[in-house]
């Protein structure tokens, strides 16, 4: 089994910045992706960005500029750097955890409440 606990949510002004991060325990090998998704009220969960195991990065279109993924391998944690954050951008922020063998893992997610 795999664990994954995300922190870092709050509320802040458009412009302002947050950090997100996951935590990971329990069953983490075998990994080939971990990244960050997001799900607005009323709206479908989208992809915000991912980093694998070979370090290649993707970002959606939206956040492309303002948002930067990294991982620390040794502490089994994933961040995301939220910059110049905007109105939009609010929604619960999510921790997601690719695996080889195809199995997903979701953490339970953290809210990221951005006001004008």
């Known amino acids: 089994q795999v664990q994954l606990v995300e922190s870092g949510g709050g509320l802040v002004q458009a412009g302002g910045s947050l950090r997100l991060s996951c935590a990971a325990s329990g069953s983490i090998f075998s990994i080939n992706a971990m990244g960050w998704y997001r799900q607005a009220p009323g709206k479908q969960r989208d992809l915000v960005a991912t980093?694998?195991?070979?370090?290649?990065?993707y970002y959606a279109d939206s956040v492309k500029g303002r948002f930067t993924i990294s991982r620390d391998n040794a502490k089994k944690m994933v961040f995301l750097q939220m910059n110049s954050l905007k109105p939009e951008d609010t929604a619960v922020y999510y921790c997601?955890?690719?695996?080889?063998?195809?199995?997903?893992?979701w953490g339970k997610g953290t809210l990221v409440t951005v006001s004008s």
């Open positions: 997601h955890m690719a695996k080889n063998n195809g199995l997903d893992y």
């Open positions: 980093i694998t195991t070979g370090w290649r990065t």
